[in-house]
């Protein structure tokens, strides 16, 4: 199946899974936010995933592409709608991943308390969600926007990435729990050696990105041309 009509496939795919989930998840369901550039998305953003869903049991895992972040320079972001594509590709075989469009359709910066309240929105008051982020992320929570509120709407699972000392990540997650009554936990997963600006520094050398991605990402990557030409990006 050549790469456009695979990607017409998992588009159809994903949009059957977003109508059937709102239906099926339960009054007292639990869904994990993975929000991230996946710039591009790759194997170890997928294990993640899967980790996390089977050890918290969630009904369901959505991937939120960023739209225009607060904290990253999207001069340097490829455009949203391959970001989204990309990913839509990467996981629309897995009956329990999912992928949202929110973020990548707003024009204006996205910050994660409207992701979160939108999602409250479209689930029922008393789903819980949970937001996974990289562990080292947790000490730059108190700087987001209304992390007062935020924390009331959602609970985190923060991610050690390797070579990441806990002792001071620890310390913060006291902190913030006492301080914001936040819900806040650590949870290590298998530690893969990837990450997308190696990949996207591979492409630009010429250099194979085989095994590092789903085989439909690195086709969707080659056909457009991705990471080789500045006219990728935003802006």
């Not at 695979?6 to 936010?33: D, M, P, T, V, W």
């Not at 996390?52 to 009904?59: G, L, M, P, V």
């Not at 391959?82 to 991943?97: D, I, K």
Request: charged share 30%; with cysteine.
């Amino acid at each position: 199946m050549n790469i456009d009509n695979l990607l017409e496939k998992a588009l159809n795919e994903n949009n059957k899974k977003q109508r059937n989930n709102l239906e099926s998840i339960s009054k007292f369901g639990k869904i994990a936010i993975m929000g991230g550039t996946f710039d591009p998305i790759h194997i170890a953003h997928l294990s993640i995933a899967e980790e996390i869903r089977e050890r918290f049991n969630f009904n369901r895992v959505i991937f939120v592409p960023a739209g225009n972040p607060p904290h990253k320079d999207c001069s340097r972001i490829t455009s949203s709608k391959h970001r989204y594509l990309m990913t839509v590709l990467a996981t629309y075989t897995n009956p329990y991943f999912e992928v949202s469009s929110f973020e990548v359709e707003k024009e204006e910066t996205t910050y994660t308390i409207d992701t979160v309240k939108a999602f409250k929105e479209l689930y029922k008051d008393e789903t819980e969600i949970y937001f996974v982020i990289g562990a080292d992320t947790i000490l730059e929570l108190i700087t987001w926007k209304d992390i007062d509120k935020l924390f009331k709407l959602c609970s985190f699972i923060g991610v050690p990435r390797p070579n990441i000392r806990l002792d001071k990540i620890k310390k913060e997650i006291n902190k913030l729990n006492h301080k914001f009554k936040s819900r806040i936990y650590l949870s290590p997963v298998s530690q893969l050696q990837i990450s997308s600006t190696d990949i996207r520094r591979r492409v630009k050398e010429n250099k194979s990105i085989k095994y590092l991605l789903p085989e439909s990402v690195e086709n969707y990557i080659y056909k457009n041309k991705l990471y080789i030409k500045q006219n990728n990006l935003n802006g």
